[in-house]
Nanobody, 110 residues
Framework: VQLQASGGGVVQPGGSLRLSCAAS????????MNWYRQAPGKQRNLVAT???????NYANSVKGRFTISRDNAKNTVYLQMNSLKPEDTAVYYC?????WGQGTLVTVSS
């Protein structure tokens, strides 16, 4: 049983990144999948969520800039992040059922 997140890195303001999270089928199949983020010194917050049928919801801070999607054949959830801002800098975690990925660091800086 596992979640493996990837795709973080350093990007300039206004840039884009795509995060991926490969999950075990027991976590992924038929379940809601979520992306959270935790900035230094702050609490972990929900960024985006997607149902097994593809319905998505977003935190107000990322609406219109981030897109969550899932590939049910690959047991993978994605987070496309566009128009990145310095305040998006955080460790991003994927989450499903009661399981958490290891996190991937996104740094937005010029």
């Amino acid at each position: 049983v596992q979640l493996q997140a990837s795709g973080g890195g350093v990007v300039q303001p206004g840039g884009s990144l795509r995060l991926s999270c490969a999950a075990s089928r027991s976590i992924f199949s038929g379940n809601i999948m979520n992306w959270y983020r935790q900035a230094p010194g702050k609490q972990r917050n929900l960024v985006a969520t997607i149902t097994s049928g593809g319905l998505a919801n977003y935190a107000n801070s990322v609406k219109g800039r981030f897109t969550i999607s899932r590939d049910n054949a690959k047991n993978t959830v994605y987070l496309q992040m566009n128009s990145l801002k310095p305040e998006d800098t955080a460790v991003y975690y994927c989450q499903g059922r009661s399981y958490w990925g290891q996190g991937t660091l996104v740094t937005v800086s010029s």
